[in-house]
């Protein structure tokens, strides 16, 4: 049987130079993975956001001032617990939440279903909601112009 070490023309059987590259694929296959989840939260079908709904932004005031959604009201998601009733009266009543990347917004639900409110969800991200604001907005207007044509 052939030995492994370092005589003259012994095959090898194990080379510890390679194990180090494959530790390297695993770290960056599941650094990549963890990533793309982290991209993928709240990217889930398009949340329609209608007239009766509560919109609340988690995130924090300098971020809220910086840019919100329409008609979005702001409480912080470590400041929902004390201050949803201000702006929410009825457990049934819809809330729609959303934070930067829908983590803040996710804590906040969990808050408010603790609290017993029924019909919170977590909406994600601000940017992709503000996206499809803009082009909801876009569609509105094109179809408010197609009617004058007519």
Do not use: W
Not at 55 to 74: C, K, M, P, Q, S
Not at 75 to 96: L, M
Not at 98 to 121: D, E, F, P, V, W
């Amino acid at each position: 049987m052939p030995k492994a070490g370092g005589n003259k023309g012994a095959t090898v059987l194990y080379n510890r130079k390679k194990t180090p590259m494959k530790h390297i694929c695993i770290v960056l296959l599941t650094s990549l993975t963890l990533f793309a989840c982290a991209l993928d939260r709240g990217n889930g079908p398009d949340i329609v956001i209608d007239d009766n709904s509560t919109v609340i932004d988690v995130r924090t005031a300098r971020e809220y001032n910086n840019g919100h959604l329409n008609n979005a009201v702001n409480i912080p998601y470590d400041e929902i617990q004390n201050k949803i009733g201000i702006h929410v009266h009825s457990k049934n009543e819809k809330i729609v939440l959303y934070c930067r990347t829908g983590r803040r917004s996710g804590i906040a639900l969990k808050t408010l279903q603790a609290m017993g409110y029924t019909n919170a969800i977590n909406a994600g991200s601000y940017k992709k909601l503000k996206r499809n604001e803009r082009e909801q907005a876009k569609k509105s207007a094109s179809s408010l112009a197609e009617r004058e044509m007519e």
